[in-house]
């Protein structure tokens, strides 16, 4: 009877595997057809839904589900539907992913990569397949440099934010001596880079940590930061590890104040550290105070998903809505699109956008904020003089 | 190659390296009891630990105490601890507990090969970590400050603070107490019969279902108490720390000798140094390559690890 019952459960399994199979060949020979109708469009976010890193992936997936949202309201008859792609924050699982929106024809654009380090894994295959991907948050300068022809930023770069971190360690917090640790990311080695390079001779010491969750126990780096008796530390990476670095040191009993980039802006990093120990902390993001963007995305953003918008809530938001305003203008097909994006301007809720040649944001368009931890919240400290 | 660094602070890298090898110690010893008794390596172990760090941190919630509270005062801070290494122990034995009811008696009972059961170690791993990584929205949980770090004594000019003195006192006592147990008790003899040959301690009356059960238990208990002092030396937990974590303690297992008590302990505490002096020497980046490099060349001496295998051995 066992014995029966197993083959009866298995022959169901394998003949739903083969209609299965039998519809999705039918849905990709009939997309020809049907390509001509726009409603069935989709756009992908495409960053870390799950993993260590996650936390600013969700922010962003929240934004364009926002975006998504607002838009199918007002077009109830030709909506359009999001693809999450979960990339974990992980190169080595992009380009599998990157090749999965591909292959969905219906995919006309992409929100993302997220990170710099899956960005310079996807783009290739996004490039190649004529792709449009704007993101909202990778930050790596040399991204601009691979002449990627579908690719768009609408955030400043770390040229423009690591020398702004170095501007207010020197003017603000007045730091003589600096600690620069990085996480060895694309995007944390980068921005620390730039910051030696402009603090120079003030930079006391430094030591490359372990990102992605791979290391929580910093007590050899801390004992370094101790001994070289730096006032200021600067950390280039993602806030999981920062807050743990934060805490350590505060255990330890150093006192020196914390700088980090956006990457670490969010308040995970003041639940990681604790409050008491993040007290002071800066950070700097090319992204407008919430008070500035003007509108009512916060307040829309809190009703739909319960929590307050997070760093690049924003960016994502404008990015998704840019996708959205090109396919709303009948670019159904990714060659519109891509064309559409490249000659896009206007305002959104983080900034004006306008991109050059390369696909990075027009240096104009490009505003650096410090941020501070106070009382348990990331408020806005002051606006970064542009040096560029 | 930055032997200024490592010297010139050589006493603060070796007491934080001690430190953190105490921890990966007591883990381990979940790792070596289960190979020892079942020649079964726990990959779920992992989770184990996690179970009993996010339990002590609910439990201290539960009291009162958030990621930004600082307690005060001798008695009741003696008192947290307590409870939070109770709960913390519950949970994770709990833990260990269910893993071996659900993903590993049902396979012995089925005589499945050793392939399927670390198949359903991992999976387990992977299910129990990703629930606490869903329940906690994939963010850090931050751990109240029960121990004011402050410095309390200082050899050969390293600092020994508060919170090194209570993981490395703590993790040794719990050691001594385990090994104890091992060897005196009437439970300890039946574990090490079972370990020596199962089926001869059958016969002779064991119940090898039972001393299974207690193995785990004992393995989670240690493993739970490592949360709880993980929590306090580093003072905030995400969902994922417990895969790496739990790869180290079995790297120390394994260089002390797995299914060796005290190799354990010595794997332990010898792999947190290792990794904190290369971390001193090349940077940070470079010390888990440290210590698997002094893992492969110790093994190819010394195949069955620093002390050998023993738990099933005559001797004991």
Known sequence: MRQKLVRLVGGVAIAALALGGAAACKSDSGSDEASGGACDAKIAFFG???????????????????????????????????????????????PGLAQQAIDDEKILGIVGPAFSGESEAANPLFNEAGLVAVTPSATRPSLNEQGWKNWFRVVGNDLYQGPAAAWYIENELKAEKVFVIDDQSAYGAGLADEVKKVLGAKVVGSDKVQGDGKQSDFSATVTQVKSSGATAVYYGGYYPEAGLIRKQLTGAGVTATLVAGDGTNDAAYIEGAGAAAAEGSILTCPCMPAAETGGTFEEDYKALHGVDAGTYSDTAFDAANILLQGIKAGNTDRTKLLEFVKGYTGQGVAANYKFGANGDLDPESVRVFAYVVKDGKIVPAKEIPKSW | MDFNALFSDFGGYTITGL??????????????????????????????????????????????????????????????????????????????????????????????????????????????????????????????????????????????????????????????????????????????????????????????????????????????????LYDIRIGTLTYSVGFLLGLKAFTAAVLGGIGNLRGALVGGLLLGLVENYASALFGSNWKDLAAFVVLVVLLMFRPTGLLGESLGRARA
């Open chain 1, 48 to 94: 870390a839904l799950t993993g260590p890193n996650a936390a600013l992936g969700i922010n962003e997936n929240n934004g364009v589900k926002l975006a998504l949202d607002k838009y199918n309201k007002e077009n109830a008859d030709c909506q359009v539907t999001l693809v999450p792609l979960d990339s974990q924050g992980s190169p080595d699982q992009a």
């Open chain 2, 19 to 228: 430190t953190v090898g105490a921890i990966y110690a007591l883990v381990a010893l979940g790792y070596t009891l289960v190979y020892g008794v079942l020649r079964l390596i726990n990959f779920a172990h992992s989770e184990v630990f996690i179970a009993g760090a996010f339990a002590a941190i609910w439990g201290w919630a539960a009291l009162g105490l958030d990621g930004n509270s600082v307690a005060s005062g001798f008695g009741s801070i003696m008192l947290y601890l307590l409870v939070g290494a109770l709960i913390a122990a519950v949970a994770s034995a709990g833990t260990a507990t269910v893993i071996e009811r659900v993903a590993y008696r049902p396979l012995r009972k089925r005589n499945a090969p050793p392939l399927a059961f670390l198949i359903t170690a991992i999976g387990a791993s992977i299910a129990i970590a990703e629930a606490f990584g869903i329940y906690t929205r994939r963010r850090p949980v931050g751990a109240p400050t029960l121990v004011k770090n402050d410095v309390l004594f200082t050899v050969f000019g390293a600092e020994v603070t508060v919170v090194q003195l209570l993981i490395l006192g703590s993790a040794l006592a719990m050691m001594v107490a385990l090994d104890l147990f091992i060897n005196r008790s009437r439970t300890g003899r039946g574990i090490r019969a079972v370990a020596q040959d199962a089926n001869t301690a059958a016969l002779m009356g064991i119940n090898k279902d039972r001393i299974i059960l207690v193995v785990f238990v004992i393995g989670g208990v240690m493993a739970g108490v490592a949360g709880m």
